[in-house]
């Protein structure tokens, strides 16, 4: 073990918004990640707390236990998504409130096409493009090697632009 083991709490104050805004990217809904979140947290204290790892695999184990929660919350619970957005008045003249508003809308909508995909994929694609994980990183999370989680992230990119073109968020080619 190169890296000074942290203590959890240490990880919990560095990590803890990253992993609720993965988990809430996944879900699209903020209670459920918040308790998917806390889950992950006591999960990873359970089993993990007292193994001396350092602070850049707790976060990996982190994340593949919060992927795991979601995957079997999602399939316990059939819960519709909500997306709340902020009141942001649409009728101003200010070409930077609507351009943010648009963003904004752009981005939900995306978000919200996620649920089309296989949960790898999603997994890997929200990692990747996310999280900015490297794809070494998102084998071990995913645990596949790092030629299934390349292929995992080409293939949901694939989907995803696809996706765009059919709801014509972007001009056909």
Do not use: C, W
């Amino acid at each position: 073990m190169s890296e000074k083991a942290v203590s959890i709490a240490q990880i919990y104050e560095r990590s803890h918004k990253r992993i609720y805004d993965f988990l809430y990217k996944y879900t699209q809904n903020a209670d459920t990640a918040m308790d998917l979140m806390q889950d992950s947290f006591l999960s990873f204290h359970k089993h993990y707390g007292n193994a001396g790892l350092s602070e850049e695999k707790s976060v990996m184990v982190l994340y593949t236990i919060a992927r795991n929660l979601s995957i079997n919350y999602s399939k316990k619970f059939s819960t519709t998504r909500e997306i709340h957005s902020e009141d942001i008045d649409l009728h101003s003249h200010n070409p930077k409130v609507e351009k943010t508003a648009e963003l904004r809308d752009l981005e939900e909508r995306l978000y919200s096409f996620l649920g089309e995909l296989k949960e790898d994929e999603r997994s890997a694609i929200l990692l990747k493009n996310v999280e900015e994980f490297q794809l070494s990183q998102i084998a071990e999370i995913l645990d596949v090697s790092i030629s299934t989680a390349s292929r995992l992230v080409i293939r949901a990119t694939e989907k995803l632009q696809n996706i765009a073109i059919r709801e014509g968020l972007v001009p056909d080619e």
